[in-house]
């Protein structure tokens, strides 16, 4: 179930703009760069699993330190030991997975039982200019990640709605250019459609940020349903499309100016470090969970590959769009007009469902930045400043910009690649200098990385800072040809 779950969230938004990042790269630069940042998420993955069980042994002990004082105190107040380990067995109880509660025996000090989030580990093992940046890091993703959102609602509704009026009637993947002034109904534009819908997005989505959000189960399985479906159709379409000798792609073997957007997007489509703790921690036997996500990414891996090779040679280059569905919204690639819409509004119903969850992640992310020891924040800071500064920045990025793919592009490169490279990398080293201070270098962490020899650690650390190096010198070199 652990497995399905990491798959799911994986596999999401980042995999619809694929395709277009993998054309305009090159087929075989694609498929290596793919393969390589696919192995470099798996290993910061285990270190992510390794820092979860340093801090589970770390708050472990200092609860035991805490009751070893405890006991030392009651034993002249006249509490006795039986209720002491009575009330620390209940408290243990309502903080472990179901499943594990019901074994017997101590556990292994490094067992993971207890959630520790992302932040909480960067509050444990980082100093406070350390926390943050790890807190900026995260904001600056999830910014991007709703500005992605909130872009490719309104990008899918006014494509769709656009190409059902008028003479270019089932025409969005014909390969037809249009642009943002050209008309889409009567006298409004294509871009007044987009900020229309964009506008409507933001109305109805938008208040969601100032409550929380809950109870969101049901909501998630019909995503996960709905996702399956679109992915698998596209996929059956597209092979059926080449089998027919009807596919029209010639892609190249390489093309380098396209490696920036592509670095991102996949950067961006291997994301799942900052739920780790989530995923992992309810799993019950833990022995063989590396093997598991290793699995696991081997299979998002073909996965990834199979869309992306059978869009580039179903597709011209120059007519895959930056949202994939898009392109199946064409009356000559599919007749049944339920499935052509389905597929075009398939963002729409999958993303308006993680919206308003990332927004209120976000709004308590900046309230945890800002947060004092002790202090609570005036109503009006709390219930409209933070909402406002949560919702108001993504949405003016997406007035601005439809670019998906370039969206995808620069928070992959670079709030992602802090994100699944730097803070895991500086988790590792950091759970392990702290362990070895409180337990002594003899004790071995049941979860201790594959990857375990310190070159793995800088090796990572080398390479996450390259590529702020690189994706900068990219954009500068790209920008000061235009």
């Excluded at 109305?203 to 698998?232: D, E, H």
Aim: with cysteine; hydrophobic share 45%.
């Amino acid at each position: 179930v652990g497995l399905v779950y990491m798959f799911n969230l994986i596999v999401g938004t980042g995999a619809l703009t694929m395709p277009k990042a993998f054309a305009t790269a090159g087929w075989l630069v694609s498929l290596v760069l793919l393969m390589f940042l696919g192995f470099m998420s798996y290993m910061t993955t285990t270190f992510v699993v390794e820092a979860m069980a340093a801090a589970n042994a770390l708050l472990r002990w200092k609860r035991m330190e805490k009751r070893k004082d405890d006991e030392d105190e009651d034993s002249s107040s006249g509490v006795s030991d039986s209720d002491v380990l009575l009330q620390d067995g209940y408290e243990r109880a309502e903080t472990r997975p179901i499943l594990s509660v019901q074994r017997r025996g101590s556990p292994n000090i490094f067992e993971i039982t207890e959630r520790v989030e992302m932040g909480q580990m960067a509050s444990m093992f980082f100093n406070k200019v350390g926390v943050n940046l790890f807190y900026f890091c995260i904001i600056i993703y999830l910014y991007g990640d709703l500005a992605i959102y909130a872009a490719a609602v309104p990008v899918s509704l006014m494509q769709v709605s656009c190409s059902a009026t008028g003479n270019h009637s089932c025409s969005v993947g014909d390969g037809t250019k249009y642009n943002d002034t050209d008309k889409c109904w009567g006298p409004i534009r294509r871009i007044d459609a987009y900020r229309l819908y964009l506008a409507a997005f933001t109305l109805l989505l938008g208040p969601f940020t100032f409550f929380n959000v809950q109870k969101t189960k049901y909501l998630q399985i019909m995503t996960s349903l709905m996702r399956w479906i679109a992915f698998i159709l596209m996929i059956i379409l597209a092979l059926i499309r080449i089998g027919r000798d009807q596919a029209e792609g010639h892609p190249s073997m390489a093309q380098l100016p396209g490696i920036r957007n592509l670095f991102g997007v996949c950067v961006y489509s291997f994301m799942c470090q900052h739920s780790l703790p989530s995923l992992i921690t309810p799993i019950s036997k833990k022995k063989h969970v590396n093997k598991l996500v290793l699995l696991d990414y081997i299979l998002i891996l073909a996965f990834y590959s199979l869309l992306s090779f059978t869009a580039i040679y179903c597709f011209r280059n120059d007519t895959l769009m930056d949202m994939y569905t898009l392109n199946f919204t064409n009356c000559e690639i599919i007749s049944v007009a339920f499935i052509r819409y389905f597929l075009g509004l398939f963002p729409v119903f999958t993303i308006s469902t993680n919206f308003p969850i990332i927004a209120v992640t976000l709004r308590n992310n900046w309230k945890t930045l800002f947060h004092r020891e002790g202090g609570t924040y005036p109503w009006v800071v709390d219930r409209i400043v933070f909402p406002a500064i949560t919702l108001i920045p993504p949405v003016l990025v997406a007035f601005c910009t439809h670019d998906l793919e370039s969206l995808v592009g620069i928070t992959g490169a670079y709030a992602g690649n802090g994100i699944q490279y730097l803070i895991p990398a500086f988790l590792a080293y950091c759970s392990r200098k702290d362990t070895q201070l409180v337990f002594g270098s003899g004790t071995v962490n049941k979860h201790l990385s594959p990857f375990r020899h310190t070159f793995w650690i800088v090796f990572v650390l080398i390479w996450g800072f390259s590529c702020f190096v690189f994706v900068t010198a990219n954009i500068v070199l790209s920008e000061s040809k235009l």
